[in-house]
């Protein structure tokens, strides 16, 4: 017995929404990596990604997400198919009318109802996306840069030769300098919007940077793991390939006499009769 709730589309329509194939996500960390543009853009509940070559203008990868239903659903998954190793452009040339003939069992029949408001969404967002590329484009193209010279400079014989010479010949405040700039741009922030801070103690043999983790990262777990790889990767692609971090020991400064709570006291050397 069909279901009632499909009987207003087409079988082809409805098997596409049940099992669709571009059904995902795409996030700009996947782009950065690949030197991609990444173009999404959401209309009503429905939501695409495109993944671009910014030199030819190619997309090479689609997602989509909706919550919106069997009509959304497969008019985004013959979207994502249609689109894959496309130009930019045909964006603009793929009309809604042309792909809801291609999701009819027959041709005189509509796939779903003519006054579906998806419709309306549907071009829309092509239209957002394809208006939506020229500056993503340009921001690609930038981070593309940025990501071949920091592998040529951290991963190449050529680029490694280069920075070691650079840095040899910068003082230690010249060198904490240059630290403390790239920590303010890219990473004080995202330590701050949690409620911590660090700050740069000093540098020894010229690579093992000293930190302070300070306020919700003092005494962190994660600020020990996840969060110190983080700015040691940060420093490493932006400062110096060969720099480490070392956070300071809590108990460096502990005033000598005073029980920690947790910590079993020193044994007592037997007194000598």
């Not at 429905?46 to 671009?52: R, T, V």
């Not at 190619?58 to 496309?86: M, S």
């Not at 940060?234 to 910590?263: C, H, M, R, S």
Request: charged residues 30%; glycine residues 6%.
């Amino acid at each position: 017995m069909e279901d009632s709730s499909d009987a207003k589309f087409s079988k082809k329509l409805t098997e596409l929404a049940r099992y669709p194939k571009y059904r995902g996500a795409i996030f700009q960390i996947e782009a950065d990596e690949k030197g991609l543009a990444l173009v999404d853009g959401k209309e009503s509940s429905l939501k695409i990604y495109l993944m671009i070559d910014p030199e030819s203008d190619q997309i090479l990868e689609t997602r989509f997400f909706t919550y919106g239903g069997p009509v959304f659903t497969a008019l985004a998954d013959l979207l994502c198919e249609k689109l894959q190793k496309q130009h930019v452009d045909t964006l603009v040339q793929i009309k809604t009318e042309d792909l809801e003939k291609e999701l009819r069992d027959d041709p005189a029949t509509p796939a779903f109802p003519e006054n579906a408001p998806e419709k309306a969404s549907f071009a829309a967002l092509l239209l957002k996306l394809h208006d939506a590329y020229p500056e993503k484009k340009i921001v690609a193209l930038a981070t593309r840069e940025t990501m071949e010279r920091i592998k040529y400079r951290t991963q190449s014989a050529e680029g490694r030769a280069e920075a070691d010479k650079e840095w040899d010949a910068l003082t230690d405040d010249e060198r904490l300098a240059k630290i403390g700039e790239c920590l303010h741009i890219n990473v004080r922030s995202t330590l701050q919007n949690d409620g911590g801070d660090l700050e740069v103690l000093g540098i020894k043999d010229k690579t093992r940077v000293q930190v302070r983790f300070q306020g919700a990262c003092a005494g962190c777990g994660s600020a020990m793991g996840g969060t110190l790889f983080y700015i040691e990767d940060e420093l490493q692609n932006k400062v110096y390939y060969n720099l480490t971090v070392e956070p300071e020991d809590p108990l460096a400064n502990y005033p000598g006499g005073i029980p920690l709570e947790g910590v079993d006291p020193a044994p007592q050397a037997p007194v000598q009769q």
